[in-house]
Nanobody, 124 residues
Framework: QVQLTESGGGLVQAGGSLRLSCAAP????????MAWFRQAPGKERVFVAA????????YYADSVRGRFTISRENTKNTVYLQMDSLTPEDTAAYYC?????????????????WGPGTQVTVSS
């Protein structure tokens, strides 16, 4: 079992930045592909970004590419999401997810573990 805990959410003005963190205690963190998803009120949860086990490969949704950066520090069992140039359309609950096996995916159903989420609100 992998327990994920997100942090770093909050209220920010449009154009601002936030960095989300997701901690996953345990010795197997490095064997999981990690991803961030988000869910706006009344909408489905959607893919934001993913990173391979070693961090060499990163994938982004078109809506965030060039503004968001996913990274990980396996020595700290942590994955990050740096979010820059935020807009009100980025307002959502952000969820960290882990997938056994190391291959990334943009599909929610491919991820085995989820955090409880952290709220990001961008004001105009």
């Amino acid at each position: 079992q992998v327990q994920l805990t997100e942090s770093g959410g909050g209220l920010v003005q449009a154009g601002g930045s936030l960095r989300l963190s997701c901690a996953a205690p345990g010795r197997t963190f490095g064997s999981y592909a990690m991803a961030w998803f988000r869910q706006a009120p009344g909408k489905e949860r959607v893919f934001v970004a993913a990173i391979s086990t070693g961090g060499a490969n990163r994938y982004y949704a078109d809506s965030v590419r060039g503004r968001f950066t996913i990274s990980r520090e396996n020595t700290k069992n942590t994955v990050y999401l740096q979010m820059d140039s935020l807009t009100p359309e980025d307002t959502a609950a952000y969820y960290c997810a882990a997938r056994r096996g190391g291959a990334h995916s943009q599909s929610l159903s491919d991820y085995d573990y989820w955090g409880p989420g952290t709220q990001v609100t961008v004001s105009s």
